[in-house]
């Protein structure tokens, strides 16, 4: 006999997330992806001064705040044609990396890893054992007894006090948990320290951007920093010092602890490794341009269908006509008027709420597809196109952790693996890794730009008269990101923002065809439908957006524990 069950909040995201799913003999046989909220900022930007609306945008996220004032600035820089200097190209990449540090660390220790890792169990754990296993995995100086004796005194200290606060609501002692106690502690003193690795990723932002969350620094045309290395209000060496050590201290613990803790856990669940892999055609954009006119990028960009890497096709650059011409949105299941398919530029935003109708219309969430197809966006995606295109650092870090996991489990595993589940938190410490080496990088090119005399920071904008068209793009953390500006005569006539989490929550389109999420949820298993944890592993995978504790609640308010099933 098969269940219903309703996931309503999905928590530890940021937003609001329902999944509806019918699971039948232990397996999912259905799903349904529903966003919850309606954003409504393209109806906010219309009719505004165009250089204003990155201040706007970035506030449609309450974390990723950057990445959409970077996409805002670059689809109006699109749209008149406009450069920037080299000094802001460099000082927006680190920015973009600092921030993407900062949320992969928070995704994989503060989002997913309570759905792998037991909390209470760790209390059974010795802590002599733990620490002599995380010696043995790297030379990180937080793997000491010490460190282990703390981390299961606190944790002790929450559950003596009958309330696990950041632990509470998990689904401790599941069937599906099956790390030893040793493991689950050091998983729990890694959680802890991640606290600390990734606020210093986000001092890095604030010192470039002025504030974090919602920078104050960008600007149409560039950046709003200035260069003066003898004056302590400006960008000085003190300053970029301070940056480099902040970024050198999160690569090491990216490094010592994050990368290994992946291995770890890939190498104990990797029967997770042929769950979850859904929607296989994949697309990344290139990003972390090198110079002005952004014609030379970082990371590489292209699409990949049915999984197939041989079809891999390279995204050329920013005003690749392949891109531009092929996204579209679709709202036959979503609660706008009308049931169209279009081209963002041709969008309309009007809502149209009706209840949750499962063969009708059931999100605010729209179903973008490029070349009528849907499309998985995010680490994943990044990887995939970084080493079919023979990028080195995505190659040699890939490469080393899927040689780790193959050795600890015990069976030889390629880059097919990653289809799933655990390959997308896999995907994400690869890139973390990745863009760990290119801050240092980029810091560099902008210390060298600034020591031959160049402090340029901005180029003033200048509108025409008439109609103008841009789209701007950045890689996020959770992938393919798009702004879409109309500007007539200087004012903004249309606005749209095509987001990571849209690509992959997407409901189904007028073709029926469902969106990463949905598809990736058939044939999870579930061992307990009152308690869904394999669904929320794979949900989590994604990394949909923030939040902090799992609980649902009935139609007049009322709590009611993790899950519904009827």
């Known amino acids: 006999m098969s269940k219903r069950i309703s996931v309503d909040p999905v928590t530890r995201i940021e937003g609001h997330l329902r999944i509806d799913v019918e699971v039948d003999q232990g397996k999912v046989v259905n799903s349904w992806s529903s966003g919850q909220m309606w954003r409504g900022i393209e109806i906010i930007l219309q009719g505004r001064d165009p250089r204003e609306a990155w201040l706007f945008a970035q506030r449609i996220c309450g974390v990723c705040t950057s990445v959409h004032a970077i996409a805002s600035v670059r689809a109006v820089e699109n749209a008149i044609g406009l450069d920037i200097p080299t000094n802001a190209q460099l000082i927006r990449n680190l920015i973009l990396i600092a921030h993407s540090l900062h949320d992969h660390i928070v995704h994989f220790y503060h989002l997913t890893a309570l759905d792998w890792v037991d909390v209470v ?14 010696e043995s995995l790297s030379e990180w100086p937080g793997n000491s007894l010490n460190d282990m004796v703390a981390a299961k005194k606190k944790l002790a200290g929450f559950v003596g006090q009958g309330r696990l606060g950041i632990f509470e609501n998990g689904y401790w002692g599941h069937a599906a948990m099956k790390l030893p106690p040793e493991v689950n502690l050091l998983a729990v ?63 090491q613990f990216i490094k010592q602890v994050y990368i290994p803790d992946v291995i770890a856990i890939g190498s104990m669940y990797p029967e997770w490794l042929s769950y979850g892999a859904g929607v296989t055609n994949y697309m990344s954009v290139p990003d972390l341009p090198m110079n002005s006119k952004a014609t030379d990028f970082e990371i590489p960009g292209g699409t990949i269908f049915d999984g ?5 096709t390279p995204i050329h650059g920013w005003n690749d006509p392949r891109f531009r011409d092929n996204v579209e949105e679709c709202i036959a299941r979503s609660w706008y008027d009308g049931d169209w398919s279009r081209h963002p530029y041709e969008e309309e935003t009007v809502p149209n709420y009706t209840e949750f109708e499962e063969d009708g219309k059931y999100s605010w969430v729209k179903s973008p597809r490029f070349q009528g197809k849907p499309m998985q966006v995010g680490p994943l995606a990044q990887v995939l196109m970084g080493y079919t ?8 870090w890939s490469d080393h952790i899927l040689t780790q996991v193959s050795s600890l489990a015990g069976v030889e595993l390629g880059l097919d693996v990653l289809h799933s589940t655990l390959g997308r938190n896999v995907a994400r410490a690869i890139r973390c890794a990745v863009l760990s080496e290119s801050a240092e990088q980029h810091w560099q090119m902008l210390v060298d730009n600034i020591a031959k005399g160049d402090t340029a920071v901005c180029n003033p904008p200048v509108f025409p008269t008439g109609e103008v068209r841009g789209f701007g793009l950045h890689e996020a ?90």
């Open 121 to 134: 169990s760790a209390l059974d754990a010795d802590p002599k054992k733990t620490a002599a296993l995380a």
């Open 308 to 312: 197939d890497l041989s079809t891999m």
């Open 389 to 396: 295109q023979g990028h080195e650092p995505t190659k040699r």
């Open 477 to 566: 953390p959770r992938g393919t990101l798009s702004h879409w500006v109309v500007i007539e005569n200087g004012v903004i006539k249309n606005y749209q923002a095509v987001v990571p989490s849209t690509w992959n929550a997407g409901p189904r389109d007028d073709k029926n065809v469902p969106g990463p999420y949905e598809a990736s949820l058939i044939d999870n298993p579930v061992a307990d439908a009152d308690r869904p944890l394999e669904v929320l592993r794979t949900i989590h995978s994604f990394d949909p957006c923030l939040a902090c504790a799992i609980h649902t609640h009935d139609p007049d308010g009322t709590a009611r524990g993790s899950a519904k099933a009827r």
């Open 189 to 251: 003193a890694h959680y802890l320290q991640a606290l600390d690795y990734q606020r210093r990723a986000n001092q890095a932002v604030a010192i470039l951007a002025g504030k974090t969350p919602n920078l104050q620094n960008l600007a149409v045309g560039g950046v709003a920093n200035a260069i003066d290395l003898d004056q302590a209000t400006a960008l000085n060496m003190e300053k970029l010092n301070r940056i480099r050590m902040l970024l050198a201290e999160v690569g």
